[in-house]
């Protein structure tokens, strides 16, 4: 009888359904969650820039990262970082140890939104693989507009010049994370700073990218 009242007192709403729930998701939403899950997260690590993803980014996935980003919901970010990083180390796609560095938002956008859901995610990936966690690593010094009605050349163009070389350590690969991958125009900005100077990028790693938009520009 304790149990089931300590239980009902810990109880909270889950963020994607509101239903009541003692854990970070409901389990309905846990198992909504999975099923957007990649079965071969590195299907696109032979492409350039090199992509490996957690999941799809569609239906519980799509609901989860938009929480996370605009309804203040900072905690979902362990949970997303911890499964990117688990999948990671299955695949076993280097044994070096890495610099992770995740893409920084322009501090005024950080500000607004009282931090960067890609540098909690790095951190939540780190904890998991033991990487070292280098989050000022880029600097964003320009603010841009919002790039999902833009085409990809002017994607390109917009992000011409807005990243440039923080605190890194440059003896390490780095292995970018972030939260969603489309057209890869902001991961080659970045990758394009880093090689400047002469730092090795492994590759950019993602909780997401929407597979059937991808797929038809590769």
């Known amino acids: ?17 509101d239903r009541a729930t003692s854990e970070l998701l409901c389990r309905n939403c846990q198992r909504c969650l999975e099923r957007d899950r990649l079965t071969h ?7 350039q ?3 490996f993803a957690w999941g799809n ?12 980003k605009y309804d203040q919901h900072p905690e979902l970010a362990a949970l997303l970082g911890e499964n990117l990083a688990r999948s990671w180390l299955d695949a076993s796609l280097g044994r070096d140890k890495l610099a992770i560095v995740p893409i920084p938002l322009h501090l ?4 607004q939104r009282g931090y960067n859901q890609a540098e909690l995610v790095s951190r939540a990936f780190c904890r998991v693989t033991g990487d070292l966690h280098q989050p000022m690593g880029l600097q964003r010094i320009r603010a ?3 790039l999902f009605n833009l085409s990809p050349r002017e994607r390109e163009r917009m992000l011409n010049q807005v990243f440039e070389l923080g605190k890194i350590q440059p003896d390490r690969p780095v292995l970018l994370i972030d939260d969603i991958y489309t057209t890869g125009a902001t991961a080659r900005a970045a990758i394009q700073v ?25």
């Open 194 to 218: 880093l090689h400047r100077n002469r730092i090795r990028v492994l590759g950019i790693a993602v909780v997401a990218t929407p597979i059937s938009d991808l797929r038809s520009v590769l």
């Open 41 to 47: 997260p590195a299907q696109f690590w032979q492409q």
């Open 57 to 68: 980014y569609s239906d519980a996935l799509k609901r989860t990262i938009a929480k996370l």
């Open 144 to 146: 841009t507009e919002a």
């Open 108 to 111: 005024e956008k950080q500000q």
């Open 1 to 17: 009888m304790l149990d089931r009242l300590l239980n009902f007192v810990l109880q909270k709403s889950c963020p994607l359904c």
């Open 49 to 51: 820039p090199r992509l």
